[in-house]
């Protein structure tokens, strides 16, 4: 018997149905139909007002009381609860969880201690002029790739982008699309983003074979995304005001960042290192105060409480559907869908699987992190049926996600770019042209690529 066959024996419960992938069903649904709900409303940011991790309560709930109904064998409370918990404190979640914590604190210093001004407005005093929309998107990329955060990133960028739309005769919604895609495609290969961290975690990859795994998708889409911004920036001459750069050594923590982690180096040293280079950095060459530092870090843990708690959280959902055979029944039925348009079950047929349903969950949660997360354990199931490596799946779950995120008029991103343009959050996604080319051009290749 094959490996995968085995693996997906053990996810098989004996009285397993579709019953199984309720409680699922009910967090996407409560989640999403909130944020409709809420947005129909006319509340701003409708999508974001109810937390992930409230709203998978719920669904655990749910999966509680099906766990005694689809067992073989009477199941006590106390038990289900114990799987539970065995799921929340799973080897893989809590080192996740310790990563997005490291991560946030690293972000939170450097941000504190000026940093990111400083690598915007380098990047920005030797672009020429003609290539400021092309120049927006690659500082957007090479920020969020430092920092690991798309929001972050549009939101140091997008009010510097802004002011540059006064100097030139192109469409405001084209520079916003410029910079959300460059914060896609940072976020989307930086190897502190918790995109990266929940893809390669679940899917038992290493970080820097993921990272080029990446390359091979983003850089292509990128090229022609930078061509297409330098043809329009040509025949639409801008002038950038000269901006001053006051320490260019403040850049040098997110610089050490990229650098040893691309090394290999083990992430927990490569967060720290970052954390306390920023902060000495700060202190000796600009005007951050050293006694800060405890604050900032622990600012940096608050903004990833969230994605923390919804992290254990799922965990513990993900082994109650597990024990109960809802796994092994998403993973049929994905197939069976797959097997409609392809007969015969490849390598390349997996792949398909693993990105329509990483791509198909962010639809609808509007978050490429929760739908990684979400889709994790399915996905490494179909990645082991088709002999798929490990960062080839983790990189088609982050890559696909992505692309959704940057699709979606109801996601952060948009939200926050249209909010700081001023226009339409249709209009930014519309012009986030990033995302559509990646589609294409990881289409193809995975149908080139077998392995």
């Known amino acids: 018997m094959s490996e995968s066959t085995n693996g997906f024996d053990e996810l098989t419960h004996p009285n397993s149905s579709g019953l199984a992938i309720l409680p699922l069903l009910l967090f996407v649904l409560i989640f999403l139909g909130t944020g409709v709900w809420l947005h129909i409303q006319g509340v701003e940011f409708a999508f974001y007002q109810l937390p992930a991790p409230v709203a998978i309560i719920p669904a655990i709930i749910l999966a509680l009381c099906l766990d005694k109904y689809l067992a073989s064998r009477p199941i006590k409370l106390?038990?289900?609860?114990?799987?539970?918990?065995?799921?929340?404190?799973?080897?893989?979640?809590?080192?996740?969880?310790?990563?997005?914590?490291?991560?946030?604190?690293?972000?939170?210093?450097?941000?504190?201690?000026?940093?990111?001004?400083?690598m915007v407005n380098l990047g920005l005093q030797f672009i020429p002029a003609p290539l400021v929309i092309a120049g927006l998107f690659l500082i957007s990329a090479l920020i969020a790739t430092a920092m690991g955060t798309s929001m972050g990133t549009i939101g140091a960028i997008a009010p510097i982008a802004v002011g540059i739309v006064g100097n030139v005769s192109i469409d405001p919604a084209i520079i916003a699309g410029a910079v959300v895609g460059g914060a896609i495609f940072g976020d989307n290969l930086s190897l502190i983003s918790d995109t990266t961290i929940a893809s390669t975690k679940t899917q038992g990859a290493e970080l820097k074979d993921?990272?080029?795994?990446?390359?091979?998708?983003?850089?292509?889409?990128?090229?022609?995304?930078?061509?297409?911004?330098?043809?329009?920036?040509?025949?639409?001459?801008?002038?950038?005001?000269?901006?001053?750069?006051s320490n260019i050594w403040l850049g040098l923590p997110y610089l050490l960042v990229i650098i040893l982690a691309v090394m290999g180096v083990n992430v927990f040293l490569v967060l720290l290192l970052g954390t306390v280079l920023s902060a000495l950095t700060g202190s000796l060459l600009g005007d951050y105060q050293l006694s800060l530092v405890g604050k900032d870090i622990f600012t940096g843990f608050s903004n990833m409480q969230e994605i923390f708690l919804l992290s254990m959280l799922i965990g513990g959902l993900s082994e109650l559907m597990k024990r109960q055979g809802g796994l092994g029944y998403l993973v049929g039925k994905i197939n069976q869908l797959v097997h409609v348009f392809s007969k015969k079950s490849s390598s390349s047929t997996n792949q398909v699987a693993i990105a329509s349903l990483a791509f198909t969950t962010n639809l609808a949660v509007a978050n490429n992190t929760v739908a990684i997360i979400v889709t994790g354990d399915t996905a490494k199931q179909l990645a082991q049926e088709g002999n798929i490596e490990p960062k080839r799946s983790a990189s088609l779950l982050d890559v696909f996600s992505c692309i959704a995120q940057g699709l979606v008029p109801y996601g952060a991103q948009a939200l926050l770019a249209a909010a700081t343009f001023g226009i339409s959050p249709l209009d930014v996604v519309a012009n986030v042209w990033y995302c559509m080319i990646l589609a294409v051009v990881s289409i193809v290749v995975v149908k080139l690529r077998k392995s």
Do not use: H, R, W
Not at 212 to 239: K, Q, R, T
């Open 78 to 118: 106390e038990n289900s609860l114990t799987t539970l918990i065995e799921g929340m404190g799973n080897d893989k979640v809590i080192t996740m969880c310790l990563i997005y914590l490291l991560a946030g604190a690293f972000s939170s210093v450097a941000q504190a201690t000026g940093g990111v001004d400083v």
């Open 210 to 245: 993921k990272f080029y795994e990446n390359l091979i998708f983003a850089i292509p889409a990128a090229l022609i995304c930078i061509a297409l911004y330098a043809f329009i920036g040509f025949n639409n001459p801008a002038e950038i005001s000269s901006l001053e750069v």
